[in-house]
């Protein structure tokens, strides 16, 4: 009765021996795992960061282009209206240098 005793003891601590490495086993594939998880999610978030910091640079290229575009469209409006005024003056020169012809005659 004793050794029956004995043996169910050790069957048990046998038995709980097996549950806990298999626990441990189990556990340290889940950290394995979980590191692989996370090393993957830093290499994503990597490359997201790569590819916002490319779109940012897109974006101050495409800005610095507009903003050139813009100054060279005010610039072209103020070399428009220069010649507008130009034109004026010379016409109005024309109009009184043929009065002036007309008087002559």
């Known amino acids: 009765e004793s050794e029956d005793r004995v043996r169910a003891v050790q069957a048990t601590s046998q038995s709980a021996q097996n549950a806990l490495s298999a626990e441990q086993t189990e556990h340290g594939a889940t950290r394995v795992k979980l590191?692989?998880?996370t090393a993957r999610?830093?290499?994503v978030?990597?490359?997201?960061?790569?590819?916002?910091d490319r779109?940012?640079?897109v974006q101050a290229t495409s800005q610095s282009a507009q903003n050139a575009l813009s100054a060279e469209q005010t610039e072209h409006g103020a070399t428009?209206?220069?010649l507008k005024e130009q034109t004026a003056r010379a016409e109005k020169v024309a109009a009184q240098l043929k009065e002036s012809e007309d008087r002559v005659r």
Do not use: D
Not at 45 to 52: G, I, Y
């Open 35 to 37: 590191k692989e998880q």
């Open 41 to 43: 999610a830093e290499k």
């Open 45 to 52: 978030a990597a490359q997201l960061k790569e590819s916002e």
């Open 55 to 57: 779109v940012r640079a």
């Open 80 to 82: 428009r209206v220069k």
